[in-house]
């Protein structure tokens, strides 16, 4: 950033400059005819700059508010929740799904099981005596051990996948809760922050309504409609024969204009029409 702006706050430009700095509007002198010519106490005019000044640090309040650090953490903080969260109702999901995997595939080794037990019990009862008969019986015994063996395997398969699934459960859930206690300690940074400007604000805001009330109407009216259209400045000090609103120096034509002024009439800056305050430091 170039030359710090006396008007503005650091980190500001002038927010109604359409072209280029040094560059000068045409004169319109029927904006003249439509406002008539307003006069108004030299120390009322004066008053105009100190309220500038309370008006400028209340706009520099209000952006410094709007643009804490602590919104754009928080903003971006939520979104890695949102994506942890979503992470973690999947793998919990997981878990519950190989839980029941798991269950129904225990069940299965256990009907197997049962079935050899039966056979093994038959076998070893001596009632079967027929070769044939006892030669089936020993294959299916045979048959259901690896059956069983296989269903053993899919338990064990199922098991290691939970395990990986709750281990991944715990690590989400680890990450959230981490996130959730930063959210929690930003969202206390930043109203902390907020509280701090708001209280600044209150006080900048009174102190402006006291010097308000000293400034007659018409003056004050013409001033709130001119920092309305003109980026929050209203009122520009002349100094050294440069208007502080737009920053450009008044040609000859102009400072012999507002020499041959009366004190009391309000001058507006040719340039960027904001009302021109006198000072002894105008170099008139
Ligand atoms: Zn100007």
């Known amino acids: 950033m170039g030359a710090a702006h006396p008007c503005l706050p650091p980190g500001h430009r002038p927010v109604d400059h359409p072209r280029a700095v040094g560059t000068r509007r045409p004169r319109r002198s029927d904006d003249d005819s439509r406002s008539p010519q307003l006069n108004a106490a030299p120390a009322d005019q004066i008053r105009l700059l100190d309220l500038q000044k309370l008006d400028t640090r209340l706009n520099q309040l209000d952006h410094r508010r709007a643009n804490l650090p602590e919104h754009a953490e928080l903003k971006k903080l939520n979104s890695q929740l949102d994506q942890q969260r979503d992470l973690l109702v999947a793998a919990e999901t997981e878990v519950g799904d190989t839980e029941r995997e798991q269950t129904k595939a225990e069940q299965d080794v256990d009907q197997v099981r049962r079935r050899s037990e039966r056979d093994q019990q038959r076998l070893d009862s001596g009632m079967v005596t027929s070769p044939k008969d006892l030669e089936s019986l020993q294959s299916e015994i045979a048959s259901l051990a690896r059956r069983q063996d296989s269903l053993e395997t899919v338990v064990l398969e199922i098991m290691e996948r939970q395990e990986t699934a709750a281990e991944r459960a715990r690590e989400l859930a680890s ?57 929050g400045i209203g009122a520009a000090k002349l100094y050294q024969k440069q208007c502080e609103g737009c920053r450009l120096e008044l040609n000859i034509t102009e400072i012999n204009e507002v020499r041959a002024a009366p004190s009391d009439s309000v001058v507006r800056c040719e340039n960027c029409r904001r009302i021109l305050v006198r000072t002894p430091e105008s170099g008139l």
Do not use: C, F, M, N
Not at 198 to 210: L, N, S
């Open 175 to 231: 990450a959230v809760e981490g996130l959730e206690k930063t959210g929690t300690e930003l969202t206390a940074r930043r109203d902390a922050a907020t509280a701090e400007i708001d209280a600044e604000a209150e006080r900048v805001r009174r102190d402006r309504e006291t010097v308000a009330r000293s400034v007659p109407e018409q003056l004050l009216a013409l001033y709130d409609k001119l920092r309305a259209q003109h980026g």
